[in-house]
T-cell receptor, first 113, second 112 residues
Framework: DADVTQTPRNRITKTGKRIMLECSQTKGHDRMYWYRQDPGLGLRLIYYSFDVKDINKGEISDGYSVSRQAQAKFSLSLESAIPNQTALYFC????????????FGPGTRLTVL | SQQGEEDPQALSIQEGENATMNCSYKTSINNLQWYRQNSGRGLVHLILIRSNEREKHSGRLRVTLDTSKKSSSLLITASRAADTASYFCATDAEGSNYKLTFGKGTLLTVNP
């Protein structure tokens, strides 16, 4: 089984709808991250969490919110989806060490019509 | 803003040739990492080089780091068609609390 899973894998929705993307991990990591990827722009950090009680905004948090329900679960919500939030969304996890690498989920392709 | 910037944006080579990708960054770093992404899939970590290291090897991968020039290079030797992917550098900047900032990536195509 994959260490980092994301649901759904694909989602098409309409402008104004509320959407939740979910991420679960079995690596036992404290740190979890949400990124979005747009063509030609690489990955940009939306939110990150260093433990259950620690939530931080990333580079592009406007229009998004998150919830860290447990060490293993980190969900991303779009309260009122808009077309420019159409993108590929990735969840990632890492350990606490300064040299720890990040482990990525398979991604969620979100289309907002 | 993007910390790392890869160069070139796209690279096309023949199987067996070497591929070199470069990454430039702006601020002092704790470490620099390279990741690989197959089309539309999650990123996979390849190699990490610390700020006090100058060169590191892993299999067919060789990474160099020049902190005075704020640049890194990734060399893939004897490339294979299966190496076709996008390659990203990611920097852990000093004072960033271990967050990574990713570049825009280099798309490598290895032709059989």
């Amino acid at each position: 089984d994959a260490d980092v899973t994301q649901t759904p894998r694909n989602r098409i929705t309409k402008t104004g709808k509320r959407i939740m993307l979910e991420c679960s991990q079995t690596k036992g990591h404290d740190r979890m991250y949400w990124y979005r990827q747009d063509p030609g722009l690489g990955l940009r950090l939306i939110y990150y969490s260093f433990d259950v009680k620690d939530i931080n905004k990333g580079e592009i948090s406007d229009g998004y919110s998150v919830s860290r329900q447990a060490q293993a679960k980190f969900s991303l919500s779009l309260e009122s989806a808009i077309p420019n939030q159409t993108a590929l969304y990735f969840c990632a996890t890492s350990g606490r060490g300064a040299q720890d690498t990040q482990y990525f989920g398979p991604g969620t392709r979100l289309t907002v019509l | 803003s993007q910390q790392g910037e890869e160069d070139p944006q796209a690279l096309s080579i023949q199987e067996g040739e070497n591929a070199t990708m470069n990454c430039s960054y702006k601020t002092s770093i704790n470490n620099l990492q390279w990741y690989r992404q197959n089309s539309g899939r999650g990123l996979v970590h390849l190699i990490l080089i610390r700020s006090n290291e100058r060169e590191k090897h892993s299999g067919r991968l060789r990474v160099t780091l020049d902190t005075s020039k704020k640049s890194s290079s990734l060399l893939i030797t004897a490339s294979r068609a299966a190496d076709t992917a996008s390659y990203f550098c990611a920097t852990d900047a000093e004072g960033s609390n271990y967050k990574l900032t990713f570049g825009k990536g280099t798309l490598l195509t290895v032709n059989p």
